[in-house]
């Protein structure tokens, strides 16, 4: 069963179309090389026997059948590789070192290749040679021949070391196909295994990484990434959902207890208009959580990016500022102003002051903190400035500030630093702000006033258009 998975795999199957190529290619190029080298020794063998030939031809030109025998006859009894048989047409020898015309070569004109006897001592083999028939005058045949078995030899061990090594390389490439497909399907279900437990709900497995940096290795990096963050995100629902149980239910509670003491107030319509008036502002309150929801949803899903239109920053925070300077002076807290002229954005209006009034609203809560210090004034900063290529936003308070594990949190709906949860609010106040940000491809960072928190928002600049001159 485990090879049946092995074979099927798509390493081993890539690994057996390579080793196939592979063979196919070595075949041909053994194939061309054997071909290439018979040829190269035939035609050497060619060359040697016509040399022979020639010299033997200025021999008997020079002094005739009795020449031509006696150097035959002292060639044949040299050791060599070379054969030779002078005799008559009908197989009598007069010189040589064969006994008798090769039955290949009777009859013929033309070379080829045949067996003979060879003697040396006491010891006999057949052996082969190729071998051309010349006639000479008066009726006799002259054959000059080159032994070719140690060429054959050559050949045939040439051939079967081929044939070996290509059974060897048919098994080593075999052998590392069913290695290479072993090793990734190993790996494979290592990522199939971690994907079971992550169906079956538990969010913290991981894929595990050998350190390769191959591309399983990658992929299974980004899908850590990818269920780090969908783990992140459902943690996140789970609190979500948890605070809006919380924040929901508690106003919703507080209209169905209005109601029943409305029924059971003996005071009659004077309770029951109280207990109207105290629903519709729960209502209210319920709503703009809703509508809070909503926007949210939308900046985050694009639908409100392309409202935009040039936005004096500086203009806003000063419209800003004029309305929230009362309302902190009623809080015994002081405004200081830091607004440089004429930076602008490219956003929507209504959008950009709601996001700065949000993050004035949570100063002005949590800015004076638990400080116990009579003399502790809360001061709230607010500035605007150019920093390169970008305006800007500055709002700071003294108070207490947030730790940096909640400085990551704040931003995420309905979250609320406050744990018992008393204080006016929906928690979606940031996160606001930060859908904005994102939709204006602006940056926001929390930094420490040293005491108390500074929120920066930051946006691209873009140029006020200047009126043409009359």
Known sequence: MAFNRLFKTTAFRLSAVYLLVIILASIAVGTYTGWKTNALLTQQLVEVITAEVKGLAEQYRQGGSSRLAATIATRSRKPGNSLYFFGTQTGRKIAGSLNRIPTE???????????????QDETREKRNAVGIPFRVDGGLVLIVGRDIEDQLNFIY???????????????????????????????????????????????????????????????????????????????????????????LKTPINRIRIK????????????????????????????????????????????????????VDLS???????????????????????????NLSILADRQLISQAITNV??????????????????????????????????????????????????????????EESRSKPGS???????????????????????????????????HPIPQLASA
Request: proline letters at 2%.
């Open 105 to 119: 070569l009777r009859g013929v004109n033309r070379g080829a290749q045949f067996s003979y006897i060879w003697q």
């Open 157 to 247: 061990t040439a051939r079967k070391m081929f044939f070996i090594g290509l059974g060897l390389l048919a098994a080593f490439g075999l052998g590392t196909g069913l290695w290479v497909s072993r090793n990734l399907l190993n790996r494979i279900n290592q990522i199939s295994e971690t994907s079971k437990s992550i169906m079956a709900g538990d969010l913290s497995e991981r894929i595990p990484i050998n350190g390769s940096n191959d591309e399983l290795d990658q992929l299974s990096a980004n899908l850590n990434n990818m269920l780090m963050k969908i783990e992140t995100l459902m943690s996140g629902m789970r609190e979500v959902t948890d605070n809006i149980a919380h924040d």
């Open 259 to 310: 109601a029943e003491e409305a029924l059971i107030d003996p005071e009659g319509e004077k309770a029951k208009v109280e207990a109207l008036q105290g629903t519709i502002e729960e209502a209210d309150n319920l709503i703009k959580t809703f509508n809070a929801l909503l926007k949210i949803a939308r900046l985050e899903a694009g639908a409100d990016n392309e409202q935009k239109d040039v």
């Open 315 to 341: 203009q806003v925070m000063k419209e800003v500022a004029e309305l929230y300077e009362p309302v902190i002076d009623d809080e015994g807290m002081e405004l200081k102003l830091s607004i440089s002229e």
């Open 360 to 417: 004035i609203d949570n100063a002005l809560k949590y800015g004076r903190g638990d400080i116990k210090n009579k003399d502790h004034k809360t001061i709230i900063e607010l500035m605007v400035r150019q920093k390169n290529q970008y305006v800007e936003i500055h709002i700071a308070d003294n108070g207490e500030g947030i730790s940096e594990e909640n400085k990551k949190r704040v931003f995420r709906r309905f979250v609320r630093l």
């Open 427 to 461: 928690g979606l106040g940031l996160s606001m702000v930060g859908a904005v940000i994102n939709a204006y491809k602006g940056a926001i960072r929390l930094e420490d006033n040293e005491p108390g928190l500074r929120i920066i928002m930051r946006f691209p600049i």
